[in-house]
């Protein structure tokens, strides 16, 4: 079975500031979905990438595969509060299931 | 359209009880899967059923189980509940059943506590 490690585990940060976080496996990721979670609810997909290199952007977020496939960030420009959540990367294993990394919680405060 | 709904949200049972909890898939979508979220273990798969079969199942013992109804409706049955059963229970449904981008669209969970 696949892990995905995520890093930092938790990250603070004031608004306005930019922050990164990070998803990465011993092995190659046929695929790979970044969610956002907020307190008492499901997460919300935000995006998918395929291809290696994929580089991908959802407002001031921006989602990067690297070449090998084996790893993938996650950059927030100029966080606000509203992007406080749990941000779990997941990726979909040989027999179908959607395994999830253990997130990284980002807290923008005021 | 209206997203994958799970009832109740919230409930409390005690040691030894079993539950039920419900999922109804965003209209169209036929695999329903089911994951427990809890803060020591993170995210963890439960259970697949697509048209009304078990197509996958998670490392969780046989006191976990579920369904799914013809209208693509399914739920989990928890029986013989333990205080380690604590935990945010998560439907999600998919439309498209690819192997390579399996997209999954979440409920906002059942919050089950056991005491």
């Known amino acids: 079975t696949q892990l995905l490690e995520q890093s930092p585990q938790f990250l603070s940060i004031q608004e306005g500031e930019n922050l990164t976080v990070y998803c990465n496996s011993s092995?190659?990721?046929?695929?790979l979905q970044w969610y956002r979670q907020e307190p008492g609810e499901g997460p919300v997909l935000l995006v998918t990438v395929v291809t290696g290199g994929e580089v991908k952007k959802l407002k001031r977020l921006t989602f990067q595969f690297g070449d090998a496939r084996k790893d993938s960030s996650l950059h927030i420009t100029a966080a606000q509060p509203g992007d406080t959540g749990l941000y779990l990367c997941a990726e979909t294993d040989s027999w179908g299931k959607l395994q999830f990394g253990a997130g990284t919680q980002v807290v923008v405060t005021p | 359209k209206a997203g994958v709904t799970q009832t109740p949200r919230y409930l409390i049972k005690t040691r030894g009880q079993q539950v039920t909890l419900s999922c109804s898939p965003i209209s169209g979508h036929r695999s329903v899967s089911w994951y427990q979220q809890t803060p020591g273990q993170g995210l963890q798969f439960l259970f697949e059923?697509?048209?009304?079969?078990?197509?996958n199942k998670g490392n969780f013992p046989g006191r976990f189980s579920g369904r799914q109804f013809s209208n693509s409706r399914s739920e989990m049955n928890v029986s013989t509940l333990e205080l380690g059963d604590s935990a945010l229970y998560l439907c999600a449904s998919s439309l498209i059943v690819q192997k390579t981008s399996y997209e999954q669209y979440f409920g906002p969970g059942t919050r089950l506590t056991v005491t």
């Open positions: 092995s190659v990721f046929s695929s």
């Open positions: 059923y697509f048209s009304e079969t078990q197509r």
